[in-house]
């Protein structure tokens, strides 16, 4: 079992900029790790995510060029900086673990509380 807990959520002005950070209650080297976020009224929708096989990264069309996503195997963690935020990014946003088939659909064994991201026009 691992859990996962998020931080750096919060309020900020479009084109502003945060982190979040993802922390594991466990080594988690060997899985597939990915963020996602749900809006209310919406169904949830992938973010990025890294794979664990060979570190390859896969980010959403919405987000390519202004998020980046890093994990750091000796923490145990895993970062999304979010840059250019812009109002539609505004969502709870959920670190996952343990991909059970594409790293971008939510089929992850392991799921955080999620952490509240809110960009004002």
């Known amino acids: 079992q691992v859990q996962l807990v998020e931080s750096g959520g919060g309020l900020v002005q479009a084109g502003g900029s945060l982190r979040l950070s993802c922390a594991a209650s466990?080594?988690?080297?060997?899985?597939?790790m990915g963020w996602f976020r749900q809006a209310p009224g919406k169904e949830r929708e992938f973010v990025a995510a890294v794979r664990a096989s060979d570190g390859t990264i896969y980010y959403a069309d919405s987000v390519k060029g202004r998020f980046t996503i890093s994990r750091d195997n000796v923490r145990n963690t895993v970062d999304l900086q979010m840059n250019s935020l812009k109002p539609e990014d505004t969502a709870v946003y959920y670190c996952?673990?343990?991909?059970?088939?594409?790293?971008?659909?939510?089929?992850?064994?392991?799921w955080g509380q999620g952490t509240q991201v809110t960009v004002s026009s």
């Open positions: 996952a673990a343990y991909s059970r088939g594409s790293v971008d659909a939510p089929d992850y064994n392991y």
């Open positions: 466990r080594r988690t080297f060997t899985y597939d």
